[in-house]
């Protein structure tokens, strides 16, 4: 039986689009968009900070020095400010607040760096939730058993009463690979509805 629900936070919960962020921070020129996608969101630095190697102050100086002087203010404003203005995915609050009114437990279990409670505390999402864990914080980064293993041992939850929701089949095969139940989240309310109810879960 389903008693706990735990979901990734970006592109499930909160949008995570590093084309839209450049948008919004006026980076049009594609090239220059190029530049600042291989050398910030998909840097192995960026990783490092969701393992809590690196800090995004640590981090700034080493992208900075890769990008063209032209884009250093945009990438320094990107990577403190990439959240704001947050934006949800559509839906999922409403959700998140029927499943925690359903009477299951509501976790979070997040690669994001240490940065991560300055954005997501002040978010209405955050109070239905009863634990969150951060990769950072433990150093561990999904698909790795270990978080998984790490997460049920830090909230006392059983793993075949989790169900986990990730926009990545890898994370979500890492959970199921550890004896939790897993939904691929494709950005269908709908359809992670349907699934969930396949599951026995109950609104």
């Not at 996608?37 to 992208?63: A, Y």
Request: a negative charge.
């Amino acid at each position: 039986m389903i008693r706990n629900i735990v979901f990734d936070m970006g592109n499930v919960l909160v949008k995570f689009d590093p084309e839209m962020f450049m948008t919004r921070e006026g980076i049009l020129d594609p090239t220059d968009r190029q530049i600042v996608s291989r050398e910030l969101f998909k840097s192995v630095e960026w990783v490092q900070m969701d393992m809590g190697v690196l800090t995004e102050d640590q981090l700034e100086p080493m992208v900075l020095a890769r990008v063209p002087e032209r884009l250093r203010s945009h990438v320094c404003h990107l990577l403190h400010h990439w959240s704001e203005p947050r934006e949800m995915v559509p839906g999922m609050e409403d959700q998140v607040r029927r499943l925690k009114d359903a009477g299951y437990g509501i976790y979070l279990l997040s690669n994001a760096s240490v940065s991560q409670p300055r954005y997501w505390d002040p978010m209405p999402i955050s109070r239905y939730f009863d634990g969150t864990m951060i990769s950072a914080f433990v150093r561990i980064v999904k698909p790795n058993p270990a978080i998984y293993r790490l997460f049920t041992e830090e909230f006392r939850l059983e793993e075949a009463e989790c169900v986990f929701i990730d926009d990545f089949p890898l994370n979500v095969a890492g959970a199921v690979s550890c004896g939790w139940r897993g939904i691929v989240f494709h950005g269908d309310v709908a359809e992670l509805e349907k699934k969930l109810k396949e599951l026995g879960v109950r609104y």
